[in-house]
C-alpha cells in the first residue's frame, strides 16, 4: 500500500501541497473556482514549523487506527483492501473524538462544516495531489516502508 | 474449541469479540445483553432525540455483524449472577450459560439521587434508546423540562430538548458545568455559550422537590424557588453494574477491579468498560473512568488476551470530547487541581473575548492533564504526551503555541514511526 | 501533456514544434510543464514579497493567516503586486519613448551619420508634416526652420518625462469631458516619470494600503504611458521614420527562405530595426551574401519590431510571441538581433543547437555569453551592417540537413494609422472621421472593438485572438489591432481585403468593400496601442458618437496576455473609458475579492470603463458585443442595421 512521506531537507514550508489538498477536495478541483465556493474547502493535512525545519502533517492510516477506536458514530471504518482509514460523512456527528486521540494531531476539525478533516490520500484521484504541487519534491508517494 | 460469554453489546462488548475473532476463528462466542436492540451508539442517543440523526445511523455495527462473525447474541436477557466456582452465568430467568471465559461488560447506570418525588412518572435517566423513545413520546406534550446535574449527558440532554424546542433548565449544584472535566474559567465559556443559545442554567442549587400528582407538574430547589416542569432528566453521574457479582469471590470497589491484562482476581474472567476500574495513568490510582473510547480500548485488550495473546493495558484516564454551538471543548487526564497543591504546575493561555482557553497541568515536567476550549487542534498530540509520560522539560516554552503539534515532540516519542526521511 | 494541436492552431507553429520534439528541443511550452502546478498563493496575487520581514502570504481558505508581518490583508497585497506590473508596464514603454525621443534629439544636433556613411544613410525626419502637427500642439511656431522645430520640439518631449506638474501635451488630445473625469478623479498624468516613481513609492512596505486609492494611482501612471510615454514613441517614430501607409506583406515562419541569409529582427525598438531594413538592402551586403552562395537577404521580424518594419516598409513577419524559439528550430536563421522586452532567455540556449547567432544590440537587455554589438544612434548603421555581415558569413555554417521551414506564409495588409483611417475613410478630396462615425451612427458598423495584447503558452496559440475577431466581424465590428494579436489573426487570414467577403457580417462587408480595406485594421505594435487612443479622441471630435471615450459603441480586449506591458495598456484603456476584457486568465488578484469586485464592477463608477475576466473566447465577444449594443442604446442609436 503507498503512503505519503516527506523530506524535511527538502520542505520549504510553501504550502503549496495545502493549497493543492484543498483545491483537490473542493467541488470544483479548480483554484481560481474553489476559494469562491460557499462551503469553502480546507486542505486535510498541515505544515509544521519545528526547529528551523517544515513538517508536513498528514493522516498516516495507521494498521491500528485510535480514531477508528475512539468514533463513537462507527463513522470511522479501516479497509484492510485499501490500507486506509475510511471517513463515512453520513455517520459523522462531528464529535472530535478522533480529533483527541490522534497520535500525530493529523486530524483537524472543520468547525463550519462539522466534519473532521483528514487526509484520504485523494482515494477518488490517480495519486493525491499534493504529490505533484510541491515544487521541490519534498512529498513522496511511495510503497511502505515497515 | 472455547466457549467464550461476554455480558455486555455496546463499546467493550464488540470491541472484545471483534478482538477475539481476529485471533479465534473457531471458539464459540456468545454475547448476553439486558436491551432489546443490537448494539448502538449510546453516545448518539441525544442527537438522536435532538434529530440530529435517523436511527438507522444508531447502530454501531451493521444488521449482519453477528452472522458474519459467528456470534451468538442473546438480547433482552438480564444476567443476575456469575458463578466463578462453577464458570458459569445464571439470568434472571433463571437459565445458566457455562463459559471457558467470561467478560463482564455490563456498563453501568445513572445515578438517582434521594430526592422526594424522584420515583415519579417523567422522570428518567439518559442512558439507553429504550428511555430516549420514551421521552421522545412526551415531547409533544412537554413544555418544559428540567436537568438535574451539569454533566456531559444532563448538558447534551439538554441541547436535545431545547432542540426539540422544549424550555430547559438546567439544575448544577456545583458552581460550574461540567465539574468533573473543566476548571472553573473553562466551564465559564462553556457556560456562556449555552446561554446564548436559550439553555437557562442554574448553579449552585439543588433540586429538593419533584413536584406532582402521578405526572411531574413542577420542581423545587432547595433555595425554595420553584418552577413548570413535566420532564425530568437525571444526569448526576453513573455508577458501574456490579450487581452480578456483589456475593462472589470477584473483587470490586467502586467497579470490577483489573489488572494490566484487564483481568480481575479470577483467572478467566475479565472486565472491561464503564464497570471496569482500572489503574488511571494520570492520577495513578484505580478508578473508573467511565467513556465510550476506554470502553473500546479495554474491551480490545481483554478480548485480546481471553483469546490467548498478552496485551499489557497501560491504564486509563479521563478523555472526553464535546462541542456545544460552535465551541469545542477537551479535556484529558487532570483537569483541576487545588492552587495550594505544589506538587503540580499549571500552564494556562485564555482569551475570553475569542472564547479560547488552553490550560495544561504538569507533574514533575510530565504532562497529566489538559482543558482545551475554542481551539482543540493540539488535543491528539497532548493526549499523547500524557500516555507516553514523556518529559516536556525541553519542549515546555512550545507546549501553549498556537501550531505546537507532532514535529515539536517527534525526538521525545516512543512511537518509532517512519514519516519523515 | 498536450497535443499538439492543443497548443497552437496555427499550422506552422504545430509543425516547428513536432521538430523541436523530435530534436529534443525544449520550448516554452515544455518549460510551462516542468513549472505546473504554479504557486496558488502567487496565482491569487497574495503572496507579497515587498519587504524582509516577510516573504508573506494569505490563506485563500480562510484558515491560516490572514495578514502579513505588517499587517497588509490581500486587498493590500494583491492591489500592489498589481501596482508594481502597471509600473513596469509603464516603464517598457515610456523608455522606449524616451530612447525615441532622444534621439529627435540627436538628429536635432545632427550627430546622427555615421563615421563613412553617405548621408542618406542617416535618420532624417521623413513625415513633416506630422512634425508640424506634433509642433503645434507642443506650442511651437511652425513658422520656424525645421531644424529649429526639430531641436525645440525635442526638448519638450524629453521635458515630458522630468515633467512634475501639470498635464501632459499629448493627454489634451483626449476629450474634454474625458479630461474633466481625469481632473475630478485626480489622476490627470503630470510627468511620465514622476508617476512611475510615485506609485512605485506607494508600493513601498507601509505606504499606501487602501487598495482603491493604489489602483488610482495605479491608473495615473498607466495614463502617462497610453498619453504619455507610448503615444510619444509612436507620434516621433512616424515622424523620423515616416508614418506608414497601407501596405501588402506576408506573415508566418514561411517567411524564411532557404536560400536567402535569414536575419530575424526581434524586440521592440524599430530605431534598430530601420536600420537592420536598410542595411539589408546595401548594394555591398547583398554582393557578400550572394558570394557566399545565397539568393539574397532575407529580413524577417518577430514580436513588435516585426510590426513596425512591416507597417513602415511591408518587411514580412516571421510570427508573434511564441514562435520566437521556433524561427530559430527551423534551422534557417543565421542571425537573430534583438534589442528589448518580450525576449525570452531561453533563445540563448536554443540557438546554440543551432549555428544561429543570437545578438544582443542593447545594454539594457544582455545574455550572459551572448555577443553583444550596442547598438547606439551615432553609429546606427555601421552597427546594422556589422550584424547582417555577421550573419551572412554564418551562411556557410547553416546545417542544411537540419532545415526544415514549415511552408505556410499569409498575405496580409497592415499600415493603418488614425491618420490613414481619415484619408481612407474621407477620400482623396477630405480626410475626415465622418463616414466612420456615420457607418457606426447608421448601424453598418455596430461598432468598434481593440483586439491587442500577446501570446501565453497557458492557452492554445493563436486560438483565442482568432476565434473573437472571427466571431465579432462575423456581427459587424470593426477590429482594430496590434501587436502580436495582429500577427496571429493575419496567419489566419483576417488582415486582407478578401476576409471581408469570407468572414465578415453584411454591413461590415458593405463598408469594406466601398472603402477597401480588410475587416481587421493592424495599427502597428504596442506602442501603437496609443493610435487607437488618438483615433477614438477623433471620433468624438467628429460627432454624433457622444461626449466623452466611454460613450463611442466600443470594447478592448486581450485575448492571450502574459506581459507587464498588457496589463498597463489594460490600465490605460479602461482609464480611458473603454470595457476592456482580459482572456485567458484574470489578474492575479482573485485572492482579494474586494480588488476583484472593483476592478470588474466598482471601478466603472469612476472612469467609466471597467475591466472583465473571460477564459472563453466566444463568451468574450458576446460581452464586448452586448457592450456596443448597450452603448448604442445609450446613444439614442438604432441597433446594428443587419442585426443577426
Given at each position: 500500500?503507498k503512503?505519503l512521506y516527506?523530506?524535511v531537507?527538502?520542505?520549504l514550508?510553501?504550502?503549496?501541497?495545502?493549497v493543492?489538498?484543498a483545491?483537490a477536495?473542493?467541488?470544483?478541483?479548480?483554484?481560481?473556482?474553489?476559494?469562491?465556493e460557499?462551503?469553502?474547502s480546507l486542505?486535510?493535512?498541515?505544515?509544521?514549523?519545528s526547529?528551523?525545519?517544515n513538517y508536513?502533517?498528514s493522516?498516516r492510516?495507521?494498521?491500528?487506527?485510535?480514531?477508528?477506536?475512539?468514533?463513537m458514530?462507527?463513522?470511522l471504518t479501516?479497509?484492510?483492501?485499501k490500507?486506509?482509514v475510511?471517513?463515512?460523512?453520513a455517520?459523522?456527528?462531528?464529535?472530535?473524538?478522533?480529533v483527541?486521540?490522534?497520535p500525530?494531531?493529523?486530524?483537524?476539525?472543520?468547525?463550519?462544516?462539522?466534519?473532521?478533516?483528514?487526509c484520504?490520500?485523494?482515494k477518488d484521484?490517480?495519486?493525491?495531489s499534493?504529490?505533484?504541487a510541491?515544487?521541490t519534491?519534498?512529498v513522496?508517494?511511495?510503497?511502505e516502508v515497515? | 474449541?472455547k466457549?467464550?460469554?461476554?455480558?455486555g453489546?455496546?463499546?467493550?462488548?464488540?470491541a472484545?469479540v471483534?478482538?477475539?475473532?481476529q485471533?479465534?476463528k473457531e471458539?464459540?462466542?456468545?454475547?448476553?445483553s439486558d436491551?432489546d436492540?443490537?448494539?448502538?451508539?449510546?453516545?448518539?442517543?441525544?442527537?438522536?432525540?435532538?434529530?440530529?440523526?435517523?436511527?438507522?445511523?444508531?447502530?454501531y455495527r451493521?444488521?449482519?455483524?453477528y452472522?458474519?462473525n459467528?456470534i451468538?447474541?442473546?438480547l433482552?436477557?438480564?444476567?443476575a449472577?456469575?458463578d466463578p466456582?462453577?464458570?458459569?452465568?445464571?439470568?434472571?430467568?433463571k437459565t445458566?450459560?457455562?463459559?471457558?471465559?467470561?467478560l463482564?461488560?455490563?456498563?453501568?447506570?445513572p445515578?438517582?439521587?434521594d430526592i422526594?418525588?424522584?420515583?415519579?412518572?417523567?422522570?428518567?435517566?439518559?442512558?439507553t434508546?429504550?428511555e430516549i423513545?420514551?421521552i421522545?413520546?412526551?415531547?409533544p406534550?412537554?413544555?418544559a423540562?428540567?436537568i438535574?446535574g451539569?454533566g456531559?449527558i444532563?448538558?447534551?440532554?439538554?441541547y436535545?430538548?431545547k432542540?426539540?424546542n422544549?424550555?430547559?433548565k438546567?439544575?448544577i449544584k456545583?458552581?460550574?458545568?461540567?465539574?468533573?472535566?473543566?476548571?472553573?474559567?473553562?466551564?465559564?465559556l462553556v457556560?456562556k455559550?449555552?446561554?446564548?443559545n436559550?439553555?437557562?442554567?442554574i448553579?449552585?442549587?439543588?433540586?429538593s422537590?419533584?413536584?406532582g400528582?402521578g405526572?411531574?407538574?413542577?420542581?423545587k430547589l432547595?433555595s425554595g424557588?420553584?418552577?413548570?416542569?413535566?420532564?425530568?432528566?437525571v444526569?448526576?453521574?453513573?455508577s458501574?453494574?456490579?450487581?452480578?457479582?456483589k456475593?462472589?469471590?470477584?473483587?470490586f470497589?467502586?467497579?470490577?477491579?483489573t489488572?494490566?491484562?484487564?483481568k480481575?482476581n479470577i483467572a478467566?474472567?475479565?472486565?472491561?468498560?464503564?464497570?471496569?476500574e482500572?489503574?488511571?495513568?494520570?492520577?495513578g490510582?484505580?478508578s473508573?473512568?467511565?467513556?465510550?473510547?476506554?470502553?473500546?480500548?479495554?474491551?480490545?485488550?481483554a478480548?485480546?488476551?481471553?483469546a490467548?495473546?498478552s496485551?499489557?493495558?497501560d491504564?486509563?484516564l479521563g478523555?472526553?470530547?464535546?462541542?456545544?454551538?460552535?465551541?469545542a471543548v477537551?479535556?484529558?487526564g487532570i483537569?483541576?487541581?487545588?492552587?495550594?497543591?505544589?506538587?503540580?504546575?499549571?500552564?494556562?493561555i485564555s482569551n475570553e473575548?475569542?472564547?479560547?482557553?488552553?490550560?495544561?497541568?504538569?507533574?514533575n515536567n510530565i504532562?497529566?492533564?489538559?482543558v482545551l476550549?475554542?481551539?482543540?487542534?493540539?488535543?491528539?498530540v497532548?493526549?499523547r504526551l500524557?500516555?507516553?509520560?514523556?518529559?516536556?522539560?525541553s519542549?515546555?516554552?512550545a507546549?501553549?503555541?498556537e501550531?505546537?503539534?507532532?514535529?515539536?515532540?517527534?525526538d521525545?516519542?516512543?512511537?518509532g514511526e517512519?514519516?519523515?526521511v | 501533456?498536450?497535443?499538439?494541436?492543443q497548443k497552437?492552431?496555427?499550422?506552422?507553429?504545430?509543425?516547428?514544434?513536432r521538430?523541436?520534439k523530435e530534436e529534443?528541443i525544449k520550448?516554452?511550452w515544455?518549460?510551462l510543464?516542468?513549472?505546473?502546478?504554479q504557486c496558488?498563493?502567487g496565482?491569487l496575487?497574495?503572496?507579497c514579497?515587498v519587504?524582509?520581514?516577510g516573504p508573506c502570504r494569505?490563506d485563500p481558505?480562510?484558515?491560516?493567516?490572514?495578514?502579513?508581518?505588517c499587517?497588509a490583508d490581500?486587498?493590500?497585497?494583491a492591489a500592489?503586486?498589481?501596482?508594481?506590473k502597471?509600473?513596469?508596464?509603464a516603464?517598457?514603454?515610456s523608455?522606449?519613448?524616451?530612447d525615441?525621443a532622444?534621439?529627435?534629439?540627436?538628429?536635432?544636433?545632427?550627430h546622427?551619420?555615421s563615421g563613412k556613411?553617405s548621408?542618406?544613410h542617416?535618420?532624417?525626419?521623413?513625415?513633416?508634416?506630422?512634425l508640424k502637427?506634433?509642433?503645434?500642439?507642443?506650442?511651437?511656431?511652425t513658422?520656424?526652420s525645421?531644424?529649429?522645430?526639430?531641436?525645440?520640439?525635442?526638448?519638450?518631449l524629453?521635458?515630458e518625462?522630468?515633467?512634475?506638474?501639470?498635464?501632459?501635451?499629448f493627454?489634451k488630445?483626449?476629450?474634454?469631458?474625458?479630461?474633466e473625469?481625469?481632473?475630478?478623479?485626480?489622476?490627470v498624468p503630470?510627468?511620465?516619470?514622476r508617476?512611475?516613481?510615485e506609485?512605485?513609492?506607494t508600493?513601498?512596505m507601509?505606504?499606501?494600503n487602501?487598495?482603491?486609492n493604489i489602483?488610482?494611482?495605479?491608473?495615473?501612471?498607466?495614463?502617462s504611458d497610453?498619453w504619455g510615454?507610448?503615444m510619444?514613441?509612436?507620434?516621433v517614430?512616424d515622424?523620423?521614420?515616416?508614418?506608414?501607409v497601407?501596405?501588402?506583406s506576408?506573415?508566418?515562419l514561411?517567411?524564411?527562405?532557404?536560400?536567402y541569409?535569414?536575419i530575424?529582427?526581434?524586440g521592440?525598438?524599430?530605431?534598430l530595426?530601420?536600420?537592420?531594413?536598410?542595411?539589408?538592402?546595401?548594394p555591398?551586403?547583398v554582393k557578400?551574401?550572394?558570394?557566399?552562395?545565397a539568393?539574397?537577404?532575407?529580413?524577417?521580424?518577430?514580436?513588435?519590431?516585426a510590426n513596425?518594419v512591416l507597417?513602415r516598409?511591408?518587411?514580412?513577419?516571421?510570427?508573434?510571441?511564441?514562435?520566437?524559439?521556433?524561427?530559430?528550430?527551423t534551422g534557417?536563421v543565421?542571425?537573430?538581433?534583438?534589442d528589448?522586452?518580450?525576449?525570452m532567455?531561453?533563445?540563448?540556449?536554443?540557438a546554440?543547437?543551432?549555428?544561429?547567432k543570437?545578438v544582443?544590440t542593447?545594454?539594457?537587455?544582455?545574455?550572459?555569453?551572448?555577443?553583444?554589438?550596442e547598438?547606439?544612434?551615432?553609429?546606427?548603421?555601421e552597427v546594422?551592417k556589422?550584424i547582417?555581415q555577421?550573419?551572412i558569413?554564418?551562411?556557410s555554417?547553416r546545417?542544411k540537413?537540419r532545415?526544415n521551414?514549415?511552408k505556410q506564409?499569409?498575405?496580409?495588409?497592415?499600415g493603418?494609422?488614425?491618420?490613414?483611417?481619415?484619408?481612407?475613410?474621407g477620400?482623396?478630396y477630405?480626410?475626415?472621421?465622418?463616414?466612420?462615425?456615420?457607418?457606426?451612427i447608421?448601424?453598418?458598423?455596430?461598432?468598434?472593438?481593440?483586439v491587442?495584447?500577446?501570446?501565453?503558452?497557458?492557452?492554445t496559440?493563436d486560438?483565442?485572438?482568432?476565434a473573437l475577431?472571427?466571431e465579432?466581424?462575423?456581427r459587424?465590428v470593426?477590429?482594430?489591432?496590434?501587436?502580436c494579436?495582429a500577427?496571429?489573426?493575419?496567419?489566419q487570414?483576417?488582415l486582407?481585403?478578401?476576409?471581408?467577403k469570407?468572414y465578415?457580417g453584411?454591413?461590415?462587408q458593405?463598408?469594406?468593400?466601398?472603402v477597401?480595406?480588410?475587416?481587421v485594421?493592424?495599427?502597428?505594435?504596442c506602442v501603437?496601442n496609443?493610435?487607437?487612443?488618438?483615433?477614438?479622441?477623433y471620433?468624438?471630435?467628429?460627432?454624433?458618437?457622444?461626449?466623452d471615450l466611454?460613450d463611442?459603441?466600443?470594447?478592448?480586449?486581450?485575448?492571450?496576455?502574459m506581459?507587464?506591458?498588457?496589463?498597463?495598456?489594460g490600465?490605460?484603456?479602461?482609464?480611458?473609458g473603454v470595457?476592456t476584457?482580459?482572456?485567458?486568465?484574470?489578474?492575479?488578484?482573485?485572492?482579494?475579492?474586494?480588488l476583484t469586485?472593483?476592478?470588474?464592477?466598482?471601478?466603472?463608477?469612476?472612469?467609466?470603463g471597467?475591466f472583465?475576466?473571460?477564459?472563453?473566447?466566444?463568451k468574450?465577444?458576446?460581452?464586448m458585443?452586448?457592450?456596443?449594443?448597450?452603448?448604442?442604446?445609450?446613444?439614442?442609436?438604432?441597433p446594428?442595421?443587419?442585426?443577426?
Amino acid at each position: 500500500m503507498k503512503q505519503l512521506y516527506y523530506d524535511v531537507k527538502k520542505c520549504l514550508g510553501c504550502k503549496s501541497c495545502e493549497v493543492a489538498c484543498a483545491v483537490a477536495h473542493s467541488l470544483s478541483d479548480e483554484l481560481f473556482k474553489a476559494i469562491k465556493e460557499e462551503k469553502l474547502s480546507l486542505p486535510r493535512k498541515k505544515v509544521f514549523f519545528s526547529k528551523a525545519k517544515n513538517y508536513p502533517v498528514s493522516c498516516r492510516h495507521c494498521k491500528d487506527p485510535k480514531c477508528v477506536d475512539a468514533c463513537m458514530a462507527a463513522a470511522l471504518t479501516y479497509d484492510k483492501e485499501k490500507g486506509m482509514v475510511l471517513h463515512d460523512e453520513a455517520r459523522c456527528v462531528g464529535c472530535w473524538m478522533c480529533v483527541m486521540v490522534c497520535p500525530y494531531g493529523a486530524v483537524r476539525p472543520n468547525l463550519k462544516t462539522k466534519m473532521p478533516l483528514r487526509c484520504d490520500k485523494c482515494k477518488d484521484k490517480k495519486e493525491p495531489s499534493c504529490v505533484k504541487a510541491c515544487p521541490t519534491g519534498a512529498v513522496i508517494w511511495q510503497e511502505e516502508v515497515k | 474449541m472455547k466457549q467464550f460469554i461476554i455480558i455486555g453489546n455496546s463499546a467493550a462488548g464488540i470491541a472484545c469479540v471483534e478482538a477475539i475473532r481476529q485471533r479465534d476463528k473457531e471458539s464459540k462466542i456468545t454475547i448476553i445483553s439486558d436491551e432489546d436492540y443490537p448494539s448502538y451508539c449510546r453516545c448518539l442517543i441525544s442527537y438522536y432525540l435532538a434529530q440530529d440523526v435517523k436511527e438507522d445511523k444508531l447502530l454501531y455495527r451493521p444488521a449482519s455483524f453477528y452472522k458474519e462473525n459467528n456470534i451468538e447474541v442473546i438480547l433482552n436477557k438480564k444476567v443476575a449472577r456469575v458463578d466463578p466456582k462453577k464458570n458459569r452465568i445464571v439470568c434472571e430467568d433463571k437459565t445458566a450459560l457455562n463459559y471457558d471465559s467470561l467478560l463482564i461488560a455490563t456498563g453501568s447506570s445513572p445515578k438517582f439521587p434521594d430526592i422526594s418525588g424522584i420515583k415519579k412518572n417523567g422522570v428518567y435517566g439518559f442512558r439507553t434508546i429504550k428511555e430516549i423513545k420514551e421521552i421522545e413520546g412526551l415531547i409533544p406534550l412537554t413544555r418544559a423540562a428540567c436537568i438535574l446535574g451539569g454533566g456531559l449527558i444532563g448538558l447534551k440532554a439538554a441541547y436535545a430538548l431545547k432542540k426539540r424546542n422544549i424550555d430547559v433548565k438546567v439544575v448544577i449544584k456545583s458552581p460550574q458545568v461540567l465539574s468533573q472535566m473543566l476548571d472553573f474559567e473553562a466551564a465559564g465559556l462553556v457556560r456562556k455559550r449555552l446561554e446564548e443559545n436559550g439553555i437557562d442554567i442554574i448553579l449552585g442549587n439543588d433540586v429538593s422537590e419533584i413536584i406532582g400528582e402521578g405526572d411531574i407538574r413542577a420542581i423545587k430547589l432547595d433555595s425554595g424557588k420553584a418552577f413548570e416542569s413535566s420532564l425530568v432528566i437525571v444526569g448526576k453521574g453513573v455508577s458501574p453494574n456490579i450487581s452480578l457479582v456483589k456475593d462472589t469471590e470477584i473483587k470490586f470497589n467502586e467497579g470490577i477491579i483489573t489488572g494490566e491484562l484487564l483481568k480481575t482476581n479470577i483467572a478467566n474472567i475479565y472486565a472491561a468498560g464503564d464497570v471496569c476500574e482500572s489503574y488511571d495513568i494520570t492520577t495513578g490510582k484505580h478508578s473508573v473512568n467511565a467513556l465510550w473510547p476506554i470502553a473500546v480500548e479495554q474491551g480490545k485488550a481483554a478480548g485480546a488476551n481471553m483469546a490467548g495473546d498478552s496485551v499489557k493495558y497501560d491504564g486509563s484516564l479521563g478523555i472526553n470530547s464535546i462541542e456545544f454551538f460552535g465551541l469545542a471543548v477537551v479535556s484529558l487526564g487532570i483537569y483541576k487541581v487545588k492552587e495550594a497543591d505544589k506538587e503540580f504546575e499549571e500552564l494556562k493561555i485564555s482569551n475570553e473575548k475569542e472564547a479560547r482557553y488552553k490550560k495544561l497541568i504538569l507533574k514533575n515536567n510530565i504532562l497529566v492533564g489538559a482543558v482545551l476550549v475554542g481551539d482543540i487542534r493540539p488535543s491528539g498530540v497532548l493526549l499523547r504526551l500524557i500516555r507516553e509520560r514523556i518529559n516536556i522539560s525541553s519542549i515546555k516554552d512550545a507546549l501553549l503555541c498556537e501550531d505546537f503539534g507532532y514535529p515539536d515532540m517527534i525526538d521525545l516519542v516512543k512511537g518509532g514511526e517512519k514519516i519523515y526521511v | 501533456m498536450s497535443s499538439i494541436e492543443q497548443k497552437s492552431i496555427d499550422p506552422a507553429t504545430q509543425e516547428a514544434l513536432r521538430k523541436a520534439k523530435e530534436e529534443n528541443i525544449k520550448t516554452a511550452w515544455d518549460r510551462l510543464e516542468s513549472q505546473e502546478p504554479q504557486c496558488g498563493f502567487g496565482q491569487l496575487g497574495v503572496c507579497c514579497t515587498v519587504c524582509a520581514m516577510g516573504p508573506c502570504r494569505i490563506d485563500p481558505f480562510g484558515e491560516g493567516a490572514q495578514a502579513g508581518v505588517c499587517g497588509a490583508d490581500a486587498d493590500t497585497i494583491a492591489a500592489r503586486n498589481l501596482a508594481r506590473k502597471i509600473a513596469v508596464g509603464a516603464s517598457a514603454h515610456s523608455d522606449h519613448g524616451r530612447d525615441v525621443a532622444h534621439t529627435l534629439a540627436i538628429i536635432a544636433e545632427g550627430h546622427s551619420h555615421s563615421g563613412k556613411g553617405s548621408h542618406s544613410h542617416d535618420y532624417g525626419i521623413l513625415d513633416v508634416e506630422k512634425l508640424k502637427v506634433l509642433a503645434q500642439e507642443y506650442d511651437i511656431d511652425t513658422n520656424k526652420s525645421q531644424e529649429q522645430i526639430v531641436k525645440e520640439l525635442s526638448q519638450k518631449l524629453l521635458a515630458e518625462f522630468g515633467r512634475q506638474e501639470g498635464e501632459l501635451t499629448f493627454s489634451k488630445r483626449a476629450p474634454k469631458k474625458r479630461r474633466e473625469i481625469w481632473k475630478k478623479l485626480d489622476i490627470v498624468p503630470r510627468g511620465i516619470d514622476r508617476e512611475v516613481v510615485e506609485l512605485l513609492h506607494t508600493t513601498h512596505m507601509g505606504v499606501d494600503n487602501d487598495y482603491k486609492n493604489i489602483i488610482k494611482t495605479g491608473m495615473r501612471c498607466a495614463l502617462s504611458d497610453g498619453w504619455g510615454g507610448s503615444m510619444i514613441a509612436t507620434d516621433v517614430q512616424d515622424v523620423i521614420l515616416g508614418s506608414p501607409v497601407p501596405v501588402r506583406s506576408k506573415v508566418n515562419l514561411g517567411v524564411l527562405k532557404e536560400n536567402y541569409v535569414n536575419i530575424v529582427v526581434h524586440g521592440h525598438e524599430p530605431i534598430l530595426s530601420e536600420m537592420a531594413v536598410k542595411a539589408s538592402q546595401d548594394p555591398e551586403l547583398v554582393k557578400l551574401a550572394k558570394s557566399k552562395g545565397a539568393q539574397g537577404i532575407n529580413l524577417a521580424g518577430i514580436c513588435c519590431t516585426a510590426n513596425e518594419v512591416l507597417m513602415r516598409h511591408g518587411i514580412p513577419v516571421a510570427g508573434n510571441f511564441l514562435q520566437q524559439e521556433l524561427a530559430i528550430i527551423t534551422g534557417a536563421v543565421e542571425v537573430m538581433m534583438v534589442d528589448v522586452q518580450c525576449i525570452m532567455p531561453a533563445l540563448r540556449e536554443i540557438a546554440s543547437c543551432f549555428h544561429t547567432k543570437l545578438v544582443t544590440t542593447s545594454p539594457k537587455a544582455r545574455f550572459p555569453g551572448v555577443t553583444h554589438i550596442e547598438f547606439t544612434i551615432d553609429k546606427a548603421y555601421e552597427v546594422a551592417k556589422q550584424i547582417i555581415q555577421l550573419g551572412i558569413e554564418n551562411f556557410s555554417n547553416r546545417n542544411k540537413g537540419r532545415v526544415n521551414i514549415p511552408k505556410q506564409e499569409m498575405d496580409l495588409v497592415a499600415g493603418f494609422t488614425k491618420e490613414i483611417i481619415f484619408q481612407i475613410l474621407g477620400g482623396r478630396y477630405r480626410a475626415t472621421y465622418k463616414p466612420l462615425n456615420e457607418a457606426i451612427i447608421s448601424g453598418r458598423l455596430r461598432g468598434l472593438a481593440g483586439v491587442v495584447g500577446c501570446n501565453n503558452v497557458k492557452q492554445t496559440h493563436d486560438y483565442f485572438h482568432t476565434a473573437l475577431v472571427k466571431e465579432l466581424i462575423k456581427r459587424d465590428v470593426l477590429v482594430l489591432q496590434t501587436g502580436c494579436s495582429a500577427i496571429a489573426c493575419a496567419k489566419q487570414g483576417l488582415l486582407i481585403p478578401e476576409a471581408a467577403k469570407e468572414y465578415a457580417g453584411k454591413g461590415l462587408q458593405e463598408i469594406c468593400e466601398a472603402v477597401g480595406i480588410p475587416p481587421v485594421l493592424h495599427l502597428g505594435s504596442c506602442v501603437d496601442n496609443s493610435r487607437i487612443l488618438s483615433a477614438a479622441s477623433y471620433i468624438i471630435k467628429e460627432g454624433g458618437l457622444g461626449e466623452d471615450l466611454s460613450d463611442i459603441p466600443a470594447a478592448g480586449c486581450a485575448p492571450e496576455w502574459m506581459s507587464e506591458k498588457a496589463i498597463t495598456i489594460g490600465f490605460y484603456f479602461v482609464a480611458s473609458g473603454v470595457y476592456t476584457v482580459f482572456g485567458a486568465q484574470p489578474f492575479a488578484t482573485l485572492g482579494s475579492k474586494n480588488l476583484t469586485d472593483y476592478l470588474t464592477g466598482g471601478m466603472e463608477k469612476d472612469v467609466a470603463g471597467r475591466f472583465e475576466f473571460c477564459d472563453d473566447p466566444l463568451k468574450m465577444a458576446q460581452l464586448m458585443i452586448a457592450h456596443i449594443d448597450k452603448k448604442r442604446r445609450a446613444l439614442n442609436l438604432k441597433p446594428a442595421m443587419y442585426e443577426s
